[in-house]
């Protein structure tokens, strides 16, 4: 839509509103399914499904390079948009929520298994949810959390050879470490929190955060930009 007119307006309209709402419910979606399915291992099964989403930014990337390069970005957006619209279609057929009986059935089970009783909290519309003081906090943690995560990713090569002096080349591996560990990251947290818990899993991630973008300041060294 914005880039045949010309117009940086209506492709910050089309590709980051429109875009961005798409992604997001092409986000939600699969996952608060796959939940469903295996109410056991939430975090385990969340990890898996979030990890592709992780995995796709360092595949995609280097394609879109090469597309840019050799067919410009106007065939780029178009090439790229119906790959993806190809894609999540068909994918869109598996998704599918467990029978009512069955998801009742397996959470009676583990709880069981392990002794204890499954309690709930009170069951909310969506509208009541929105006013609660947890759902704001919530919110306000993911926005702050994943705009500077994806500003750094997107910046990071830069950010890396302007800071601590490191070359192209070691700049480039290191967004292909961003990458990889951004997939598996999420696999591996998500994981954990089965075992420790949401809240304790976002404290240990928080502060780790806190810590190393700190020492990255501090230090400016090029390894440890890496590891951070």
Same mark, same amino acid.
């Given at each position: 839509m914005g880039y045949p007119s010309n =117009? @940086?307006?209506l492709l910050? +309209? !089309?590709y980051g509103v429109i875009g961005g709402l798409g992604l997001g419910a092409g986000y939600v979606t699969p996952v608060s399914t796959i939940i469903k399915w295996f109410p056991?291992? /939430?975090g385990l099964a969340t990890g898996l499904a979030i990890m592709g989403f992780g995995f796709a930014a360092m595949l995609t990337g280097p394609v879109a390079q090469q597309l840019m390069a =050799?067919? %410009?970005?106007e065939q780029t957006f178009y090439f790229l948009g119906t790959f993806y619209f190809v894609i999540m279609l068909l994918a869109a057929q598996f @998704?599918? /929520?467990?029978?009512? $009986? +069955? !998801? !009742?059935?397996?959470?009676n089970s583990i709880s069981q298994k392990k002794g204890t009783r499954l309690t709930r909290g009170p069951e909310l519309t969506a509208n009541q949810a929105l006013k609660t003081? =947890?759902?704001t906090f919530l919110w306000i943690m993911f926005f702050i959390n994943i705009t500077c995560g994806i500003g750094l990713v997107s910046a990071a090569s830069p &950010? $890396?050879? !302007? &800071?601590?002096?490191m070359s192209v080349q070691t700049a480039a591996i290191m967004v292909g @470490? @961003? %990458?990889?560990?951004n997939g598996f990251g999420r696999l591996i947290w998500a994981t954990l929190s089965d075992y420790i818990g949401r809240p304790a899993t976002f404290s240990a991630i928080f502060i780790l955060d806190i810590v190393m973008l700190s020492a990255i300041l501090i230090f400016k060294l090029p390894l440890l930009f890496v590891i951070a």
């Open positions: =117009s @940086i307006w910050y +309209l !089309s056991d291992k /939430r =050799s067919v %410009g970005l @998704i599918v /929520r467990p029978n009512l $009986a +069955l !998801s !009742s059935t397996t959470e003081k =947890s759902f &950010m $890396a050879q !302007s &800071m601590t002096g @470490i @961003i %990458g990889l560990f």
